[in-house]
């Protein structure tokens, strides 16, 4: 099963303050982990919502695009990981491991949610299923 790990932001991230040497630092070790122990199929940090947009759908098919930054940073993504395992009990002990600490400057405790990706075996099966899986063989072969 698939689960991303997600690293909720903060007023550093959202100022787009990036990790010092040594964070990276450790933050390489701790993916060479998940490397090694070949769980990890990404991984990446995100820009603030400053250099992002939303888009809402509304009825009758109007889009309307929201330029960021978005005020509440507890509620915005700062990176995520996407690590596949057996368990969510093993996705947690791997988001345990996190070498994140309590924030120096404001004493801000980092928070981390963990979320179980769909699988194609969680639908019912069918046509659209059939073709949701034949795109995913496609893209597999593209890489």
Do not use: C
Request: proline share 6%.
């Amino acid at each position: 099963m698939r689960f991303m790990m997600i690293v909720k932001a903060n007023k550093d991230s959202e100022a787009g303050v990036l990790p010092d040497e040594k964070m990276l630092a450790t933050m390489g070790k701790y993916n060479e982990e998940l490397v090694k122990a070949g769980v990890l199929l990404d991984a990446t940090g995100l820009a603030p919502s400053s250099q992002g947009a939303r888009v809402r759908f509304s009825a009758g098919g109007k889009r309307s695009v929201i330029d960021g930054p978005f005020t509440e940073a507890k509620e915005l993504i700062a990176g995520y990981w996407l690590i596949q395992v057996k368990s969510k009990d093993e996705a947690i002990e791997w988001a345990k491991r996190i070498p994140f600490e309590p924030d120096p400057k404001t004493g801000e405790d980092p928070e981390v949610e963990l979320r179980r990706l769909h699988e194609l075996e969680d639908f019912a099966p069918g046509p659209a299923v059939e073709r949701a899986r034949a795109l995913g063989e496609q893209l597999a072969r593209n890489k």
